[in-house]
T-cell receptor, first 113, second 116 residues
């Protein structure tokens, strides 16, 4: 069965620090990969997605993620975080043969101003 | 173009009552998905519907839960005889027609169900 692991439950950073949130998935076939963000009081928004092609994916608000197939990983990065990046971040995967999305348990990111 | 609409945003029910959650997909979208988020957990897939058809209900509990997406009107997630363990946030998502596997899902604001 597919599964997604996000190892960091809560990350606290200062403004301008670099960010990397880990995500590993378990699935043997072709996958689609996503990072969603949920800002306080708002609903889920798509940050970026990978379906095929260049494994380095650029998303909104300066975020990027790299798909490393050999490691079953899709880590999210941002070189310099801002206070407004405070949110919960969800890594997610779907297989190319099914449309349901499997979500990780989320990482809460807190940024100190 | 309005986003995915869900109502009510908050719903309180006593044990044994029924809960009805509504989802109106984005205009032009014909695929609807329901997810449940329990406290301190990620979203868990429940069911995937197209108009008048249930495509994948592998995440739906076997009893008390049902979902529909009629030809006209919103998609409904119905929970009969609610129990405290049903307390959660229920999210609806929609995607446009075509290959659902490759379409981004757009999420609604969720309905927070509290069972007393």
């Amino acid at each position: 069965a597919q599964s997604v692991s996000q190892h960091n439950h809560h990350v606290i950073l200062s403004e301008a620090a670099s960010l990397e949130l880990g995500c590993n998935y378990s699935y043997g076939g072709t996958v689609n990969l996503f990072w969603y963000v949920q800002y306080p009081g708002q609903h889920l928004q798509l940050l970026l997605k990978y379906f095929s092609g260049d494994p380095l994916v650029k998303g909104i608000k300066g975020f990027e993620a790299e798909f490393i197939k050999s490691k079953f990983s899709f880590n999210l990065r941002k070189p310099s975080v801002q206070w407004s990046d405070t949110a919960e971040y969800f890594c997610a995967v779907s297989s190319s043969s099914a449309s349901k999305i499997i979500f990780g348990s989320g990482t809460r990111l807190s940024i100190r101003p | 173009n309005a986003g995915v609409m869900q109502n009510p945003r908050h719903l309180v029910r006593r044990r044994g009552q029924e809960a009805r959650l509504r989802c109106s997909p984005m205009k032009g979208h014909s695929h609807v998905y329901w997810y449940r988020q329990l406290p301190e957990e990620g979203l868990k897939f429940m069911v995937y519907l197209q108009k008048e058809n249930i495509i994948d209900e592998s995440g739906m509990p076997k009893e008390r839960f049902s979902a529909e997406f009629p030809k006209e009107g919103p998609s409904i997630l119905r929970i009969q005889q609610v129990v405290r363990g049903d307390s959660a946030a229920y999210f609806c998502a929609s995607s446009p027609p075509g290959l659902a596997n490759y379409n981004e899902q757009f999420f609604g604001p969720g309905t927070r169900l509290t069972v007393l």
